[in-house]
């Protein structure tokens, strides 16, 4: 078997299944509907935004983009948000993070409709997360949980140590792993042992953001190791947060940068969006008791 965990093909599989439940939706009356909201001129995040957009308009999904100045008041961007909350064409809204300095990007996040909170941000998803009660998992983590689900690797009862504690990948990718009966642990930038607790891993997953930071002496021989990380190494290239070529002679599985878990977060954005129209389309009809 391959080690190499190839992510572009496994989301493409995903699209695929997108692209038919989309035609099928549509065929049912449903045009599932995404509203990708982006704030200033990142370079970055218009080419993650154009990307999205790009994603939807392959697989069937409507897809609209709202791109607003530097220059937005919190107040025009949450009666946007409002705006779209109130649209019964638009299933889905993902406002593009990091907003620009001054704007509120926790008052932003909190007042986009649980129902259509298809980056599963909002506090109220968080805590369906929790509890394990959900119905939209950030892109991220499900993108890891379908890569592992995909390649068969048992989560059950495996020693998990995730690097990095963010809301928006380290927390809950710990959270997904402990649902699946992983022995999770969490570290941070003040773990001590940080060596030793990444060696006793079966899966260790890095989301640090430094590049090449999960080095060979890190990793127990035979791991699954699961890349999040996208940085720029020395020369500006594109890596990750684990040391590729050092790392992959040891592990038993790996994901690349690129071509890892970043297609699969897009992928599970569409995933999400479909489950937001299935949502809606549920709600607007009678209730089978009725
Ligand atoms: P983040 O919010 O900056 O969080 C980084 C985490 O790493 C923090 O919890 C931090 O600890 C921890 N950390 C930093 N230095 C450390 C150290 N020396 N030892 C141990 N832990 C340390 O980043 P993020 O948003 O989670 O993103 C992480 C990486 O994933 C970035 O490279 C980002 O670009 C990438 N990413 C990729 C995708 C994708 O689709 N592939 C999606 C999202 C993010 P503290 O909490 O103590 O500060």
């Not at 607003?68 to 009666?79: G, N, R, V, Y």
């Not at 048992?154 to 959270?175: E, F, L, Q, T, W």
Request: net charge negative; with cysteine; hydrophobic share 40%.
């Amino acid at each position: 078997m391959e080690k190499r965990i190839d992510g572009k093909a496994i989301a493409a599989a995903v699209r695929g299944q997108v692209k038919t439940d989309t035609a099928a939706m549509k065929a049912d009356g449903i045009t599932p509907g995404l509203a990708v909201v982006l704030v200033g001129d990142d370079p970055a995040s218009r080419t993650y935004v154009r990307n999205k957009h790009k994603d939807c308009e392959e697989t069937g999904i409507y897809s609209e983009v709202h791109h607003l100045p530097d220059s937005t008041s919190q107040k025009d961007l949450m009666a946007l948000i409002a705006e779209l909350n109130a649209r019964a064409d638009i299933d889905g809204i993902l406002v593009q993070l990091p907003l620009p300095k001054g704007l509120d990007e926790r008052e932003v996040i909190n007042a986009i409709a649980p129902d259509k909170d298809v980056d599963a941000f909002h506090p109220e998803n968080v805590g369906h997360i929790m509890i394990g009660d959900y119905t939209f998992l950030p892109c991220t983590p499900s993108g890891v949980m379908e890569m592992l689900h995909h390649e068969q690797i048992p989560v059950d009862g495996k020693r998990c140590v995730v690097v990095g504690r963010s809301n928006i990948v380290g927390k809950p990718m710990a959270m997904l792993l402990l649902h699946e009966n992983g022995t999770v642990t969490i570290c941070h930038s003040h773990t001590q042992k940080l060596k030793e607790i990444c060696q006793e891993a079966d899966i260790l997953v890095a989301a640090v953001g430094r590049p090449k930071f999960i080095t060979a002496d890190m990793v127990k021989p035979g791991a699954v190791v699961i890349d999040v990380g996208m940085d720029r190494d020395e020369n500006g290239k594109l890596c990750g947060d684990v040391d590729y070529a050092a790392v992959e002679p040891i592990a038993s599985r790996i994901t690349p940068v690129p071509g890892g878990v970043g297609p699969m977060t897009r992928a599970m954005l569409l995933k999400n969006t479909l489950t937001a129209a299935r949502l809606h389309h549920r709600q607007a009809q009678p209730s089978d008791r009725e």
